[in-house]
């Protein structure tokens, strides 16, 4: 089975597929976040600084290298994430701007002839993304919000921004792909307890072995913020 783990920002994807990976012994799949890929797409920026143009690139990256992971593995896998979120992402921004937290406090955002193209590449770029999405995936868990946002480790994302694109993600998925979701949420036992169950996935270990495991490997994520990255590209470039 090709199984999607689906919802926004800190919404706990990657612990989740993370646990659910150990205890299936599915392999997991995934993209680099934006912040990883930055240094090297769009060097000595942050998100924040990016421009339209250069967020379509970030959000073409990301999809290359999800799909090039996930045809590595025909067997079956659990992704964190889809091609749907790199296009929910770009997409939310047409209405609350390039960077979200200018517009916080505002019903809308002015439509700029830059925006306006953006909003015309974005949709094209969704009709691709979204036939993937139908053609791959077998069926999506959705993670609803239930986590608070960590604003250190997704800048320049705010509520506002984690609620639209929530809204966004399901709605294509039910409304529109028809794409099999079952919406999950609760604590990380919680939520192993009902993914097993709703696709009879076997069990490899405990419940308690897998998060302990995946705990571990996230803590040797890169969670640098992009100034961090920048630095560090800089000294491997001047070295």
């Known amino acids: 089975m090709k199984?999607?783990?689906?919802g926004t920002y800190s919404s706990g994807k990657t612990l989740t597929t993370m646990a659910l990976a150990h205890l299936t012994g599915i392999p997991r799949t995934h993209a680099k976040t934006m912040r990883e890929i930055l240094p090297h797409a769009v060097p000595g920026k942050t998100l924040e600084e990016?421009?339209?143009?250069?967020?379509?690139?970030?959000?073409?990256?990301?999809?290359?290298?999800r799909?090039?992971?996930?045809?590595?593995?025909?067997?079956?896998?659990?992704?964190d994430g889809s091609s749907l979120h790199e296009w929910t992402y770009a997409t939310v921004r047409v209405t609350v701007g390039i960077n979200p937290n200018e517009s916080i406090g505002l019903d809308s955002v002015e439509k700029t002839d830059e925006i306006r193209f953006y909003e015309q590449v974005v949709a094209q770029?969704?009709?691709?993304?979204?036939?993937?999405?139908?053609?791959?995936?077998?069926?999506?868990?959705?993670l609803p919000i239930e986590f608070p946002l960590d604003p250190n480790g997704h800048r320049p994302v705010n509520e506002r921004f984690r609620g639209l694109s929530d809204q966004l993600l399901l709605s294509v998925l039910q409304e529109e792909l028809k794409i099999p979701v079952h919406i999950v949420g609760g604590s990380i036992p919680e939520r192993l307890e009902a993914i097993t169950a709703l696709f009879g996935f076997p069990k490899v270990m405990s419940i308690e072995e897998a998060i302990a495991a995946a705990r571990a490997d996230y803590d040797l994520l890169d969670v640098r913020t992009e100034a961090?990255?920048?630095?560090?590209?800089?000294?491997?470039?001047?070295a």
């Open 3 to 6: 199984l999607a783990i689906s």
């Open 50 to 65: 990016c421009n339209a143009a250069e967020l379509i690139q970030l959000v073409m990256r990301r999809y290359v290298e």
């Open 125 to 142: 770029l969704g009709v691709a993304l979204k036939q993937y999405a139908k053609d791959t995936y077998d069926a999506f868990v959705h």
């Open 67 to 79: 799909a090039v992971h996930e045809s590595h593995l025909p067997n079956g896998y659990i992704s």
């Open 228 to 238: 961090e990255r920048n630095a560090a590209a800089a000294q491997v470039t001047a």
